[in-house]
């Protein structure tokens, strides 16, 4: 069809957003929290960024391609679900 279609993971981080806003520990940690723009930024970073063009199939943190933790690469698990 002529289309290029990648796909790739991106977790963006723990993002500070007014969910959980009425929780102490919440608030005393929020400053090491990213914002919700940096949180975005990382998903526009590997969705448009011309140095992963034709790149699939990954896992991205803090705009770096990095692995899974053993259960999220683990096949018998992904055939079960």
Known sequence: M??????NCVHP??????LAREYLL??????LLKTIPEAA?????VATHPRLFNVSGKY??????????????????????
Do not use: H, P, Q
Request: with cysteine; aromatic share 8%; net charge positive.
């Open 41 to 45: 930024a990382m998903t526009c970073y």
């Open 26 to 31: 919440f608030f005393l940690a929020s400053k």
């Open 13 to 18: 981080g723990i993002v500070r957003t007014r």
């Open 60 to 81: 991205f943190a803090d705009c770096s391609e990095t692995s899974t933790s053993k259960l999220g690469s683990n096949s018998t698990e992904a055939a079960r679900l």
């Open 2 to 7: 002529g289309v290029n279609v990648t796909m």
